[in-house]
């Protein structure tokens, strides 16, 4: 199913539950339908096309290789297992692997719009976990060394035993409304008519609604009272959860922190909706592949107070 928001809508299933049957696995790794991902220095190997769409190797690709590279089982579709697998280590991959006349690595980021949702959303995943990966190679309790367990669904640390499991950062990410206005905030950088929702990490030990509350107020000095969860987008770069919500505002007046924005500003409803339509010569909003948009129309077009 195609979903809206990209980087989710993933027919993956992960299987929770047959990742821990070693044999299993073990012939999972070797079967010949079993399709592996190539993930070099994160970049996802992408067919050139068109249509633009992952790349998936067999073993055979694999075989060569020595060290034998990690792997991660991302899940199973229509009973074949789906790897990433991180061959960051081989130089000029395109030309070792035989690929460079119909496929290249590319970064998610610029080719994520151009993919099926289903595509985008596991090379998502296969980036955040391989990024994990490769950064937990010792264990931050004792500084021993990590190993991947459960096909890569976290690792353990040989010497202390603590296991360490794939952490997700959670970004509060709002719209702040007051009648037929919204807030929106440029970021330092960005074109002198963009504007998006504000946008922080979620801090330990608060609340989504008082992460958005903070956020809004540290940026832009309005309040916020009511905070109301819409939907989220997963954001692997390198591992985050934008959380999208949509605020009620309980003040007006905005004093900017320059530090996190160059300018915020109130939108009246029908100057947003002319951006969204992409004819706004005053505002322009971010595209339909950040949950920004998504949050914006949904207010814009009154789905949401
Ligand atoms: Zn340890």
Redesign the pocket.
């Known amino acids: 199913m195609t979903s809206p928001i990209t980087f989710s809508g993933s027919p993956l299933d992960r299987v929770a539950l047959a990742r821990r049957d070693a044999a299993w696995l073990e012939t999972q790794r070797t079967d010949e339908a079993t399709r592996f991902l190539p993930l070099w220095r994160l970049e996802p190997l992408i067919e050139l096309g068109p249509p633009r769409s992952l790349a998936w190797a067999t073993q055979a690709l694999l075989a060569g290789l020595e060290p034998a590279p990690p792997t991660v089982l991302l899940g199973i579709d229509a009973g074949v297992a789906h790897f990433a697998v991180d061959v960051s280590a081989v130089e000029d991959p395109e030309a070792a692997f035989g690929v460079a006349d119909v496929a290249r690595f590319e970064e998610l980021r610029a080719v994520a719009g151009q993919l099926a949702s289903e595509d985008a959303a596991i090379a998502a995943q296969a980036r955040s976990f391989v990024d994990w990966h490769g950064r937990h190679p010792f264990?931050?309790?004792?500084?021993?060394q990590?190993v991947a367990e459960r096909a890569g669904a976290h690792r353990r640390?040989?010497?202390?035993?603590?296991e360490h499991f794939p952490r997700t950062d959670p970004v509060a990410i709002a719209v702040v409304t007051q009648g037929d206005r919204c807030l929106l905030g440029r970021s330092p950088g960005w074109p002198e008519t963009m504007f998006s929702a504000l946008a922080g990490f979620v801090e330990p030990g608060e609340t989504l609604e008082e992460a958005v509350r903070r956020e809004v107020l540290e940026e832009t000095s309005v309040r916020v009272g009511s905070v109301r969860y819409r939907t989220s987008q997963p954001w692997p770069f390198p591992s985050s959860l934008m959380i999208g919500c949509i605020g009620q505002a309980t003040s007006e007046a905005i004093r900017i922190d320059p530090a996190e924005i160059e300018e915020a500003r109130w939108f009246h409803r029908p100057e947003v909706l002319e951006a969204l339509a992409g004819v706004g010569r005053t505002l322009t909003v971010p595209p339909p592949f950040a949950v920004a948009h998504h949050l914006i129309r949904t207010w814009a077009e009154g789905a949401d107070g």
């Open positions: 264990c931050p309790a004792c500084g021993g990590t640390c040989i010497a202390c035993g603590a």
